[in-house]
């Protein structure tokens, strides 16, 4: 059973710098990986999907992928205060069709 | 972007009686989920379906849980009897199934239920 971790629990950053986010799993055979942003109150916003081990950009976020070492990242680019949100790694189970959440990463971005 | 649409956004209900949560996924999706999550906790998979039947379950799908789709309408997820430990919110979701992006999970906003 995949297993996912986050961290921190907990960032705040200010306005404009760089906020990176962590996420490791424990079965490197899956290649679909997401990271999701949630809004209280709200669903679920999917930011970037990654499937190859390297970078990928959407935006304001970049994602990077190293299976080797079962880590995930996310990094958010001149955040802004509208960033505030729970950020959610989430893993793509091996047989395609159920998603592994981690805790999430409570992100707040000071003005 | 695609819309999952929940209805209702929340619900206070006594114990024991029965509720049905409604999703009215992205159209052409072939797959539907159902999440919960407590508040302050990780929202935690339970139950997958596709083609009229359930492909996966968790063990939080209590046998109290049911899930149908009846004819292409809303995704249903139905809890008879609610427990107290029910309360939760309860995210639906829906995906494409193919393709390079199929998998990417689109979700609703919640149905914030509460079992008193």
């Known amino acids: 059973q995949q297993k996912v971790q986050q961290s921190p629990e907990s960032l705040t950053v200010s306005e404009g710098a760089m906020a990176s986010l962590n996420c490791t799993f424990s079965?490197?055979?899956?290649?679909?990986f997401r990271w999701y942003r949630q809004h209280s109150a709200k669903g679920l916003e999917v930011l970037v999907s990654i499937f190859s081990d390297g970078e990928k950009e959407e935006g304001r976020f970049t994602a990077h992928l190293n299976r080797a070492n079962l880590h995930v990242s996310l990094h958010i680019r001149e955040p802004q205060p509208s960033d505030s949100a729970v950020y959610l790694c989430?893993?793509?189970?091996?047989?395609?069709?159920?998603?592994?959440f981690g805790k999430g990463t409570h992100l707040h971005v000071l003005p | 972007g695609p819309k999952v649409l929940q209805i209702p956004s929340h619900q206070i209900i006594d114990m024991g009686q029965m509720v049905t949560l409604n999703c009215d996924p992205v159209?052409?999706?072939?797959?539907f989920y159902w999440y919960k999550q407590i508040l302050g906790q990780q929202m935690e998979f339970l139950v997958n379906f596709y083609n009229g039947k359930v492909m996966e379950k968790s063990k939080l799908f209590k046998d109290q849980f049911s899930v149908e789709r009846p004819d292409g309408s809303y995704f249903t997820l139905k809890i008879q009897p609610t427990a107290l430990e029910d309360s939760a919110v309860y995210f639906c979701?829906?995906?494409?199934?193919?393709?390079?992006?199929?998998?990417?999970?689109?979700f609703g906003e919640g149905s914030r239920l509460i079992v008193v």
């Open positions: 989430a893993v793509i189970d091996t047989n395609a069709y159920k998603v592994i």
């Open positions: 079965d490197g055979t899956s290649n679909n």
């Open positions: 159209s052409n999706h072939l797959y």
């Open positions: 979701a829906s995906s494409l199934g193919t393709g390079v992006s199929g998998n990417t999970l689109y």
